[in-house]
């Protein structure tokens, strides 16, 4: 199936502790994003990645670091979680050119942080 | 403030009932307009997008731009149980070094109920 695929959907981890999330996209899209969705629904951008070039750095703390290994992959890794990082991390991608037909969204990481 | 407002809802409607979504946004940036639908625990999808001011139907649904005012609708005909969703209206902006920025706005929970 062509998708944006996310992994693990869920994550629930102590204080302190680093994770990562991993994104792959299978639509050939040159653009890849994150966004953090608060406990409202707000969805706000973090971080976007242009054929492994970020473009997009929102301010996030230093504690979050993307990679992108290839344009079809973008993790996201989290060093020393603290409880305000729980909320749902969404993967997203785009083509350079149609960007305007909309970003298509994985289904999500659900980060709990006890 | 933030760049894209919109109620939060919820929003609750009986079966067959029209229903109105809007948003307002302050970013004369903004160029691109999209509705997107969110169901629970899952990812964002595209509803409709639109560039100009004006009408753009599909369906069921009916997308309006008025950027004179900075406000743009979802209509939503003949609403059924399966529209219960929360709705996202969502903007992209052309970045200056390359790039877009897809921002949302808070969404509004809908439920159509029986």
């Known amino acids: 199936d062509t998708a944006v695929s996310q992994t693990p959907k869920y994550l629930v981890t102590q204080m302190g502790n680093d994770k990562s999330i991993k994104c792959e996209q299978n639509?050939?899209?040159?653009?890849m994003y994150w966004y953090k969705q608060d406990s409202k629904k707000f969805l706000k951008i973090m971080f976007s990645?242009?054929?492994?070039?970020?473009?997009i750095n929102e301010t996030v703390p230093n504690r979050f670091s993307p990679k992108s290994p290839d344009k079809a992959h973008l993790n996201l890794h989290i060093n020393s979680l603290e409880l305000g990082d729980s909320a749902v991390y969404f993967c997203?991608?785009?083509?350079?050119?149609?960007?305007?037909?909309?970003?298509?969204f994985g289904s999500g990481t659900r980060l709990t942080v006890v | 403030q933030k760049e894209v407002e919109q109620d939060p809802g919820p929003l609750s409607v009986p079966e067959g009932a029209i229903v109105s979504l809007n948003c307002t946004y302050s970013?004369?940036?903004?160029?691109?307009f999209m509705w997107y639908r969110q169901y629970s625990r899952k990812g964002p999808e595209l509803l409709m997008y639109?560039?100009?001011?004006g009408n753009k139907e599909d369906g069921r649904f009916t997308a309006q731009v008025d950027k004179s005012s900075k406000y743009i609708s979802l209509f939503i005909r003949d609403s059924q149980p399966s529209d219960s969703a929360t709705y996202l209206c969502?903007?992209?902006?052309?970045?200056?070094?390359?790039?877009?920025?897809?921002?949302f706005g808070t969404g509004t929970q809908l439920k159509v109920e029986l």
């Open positions: 997203a991608s785009s083509p350079v050119k149609g960007a305007n037909y909309g970003y298509t």
């Open positions: 990645y242009n054929n492994k070039e970020l473009i």
């Open positions: 969502a903007m992209i902006s052309i970045l200056t070094g390359g790039g877009n920025k897809l921002t």
């Open positions: 639509l050939g899209h040159d653009t």
């Open positions: 970013n004369s940036a903004f160029q691109y």
């Open positions: 639109t560039y100009s001011s």
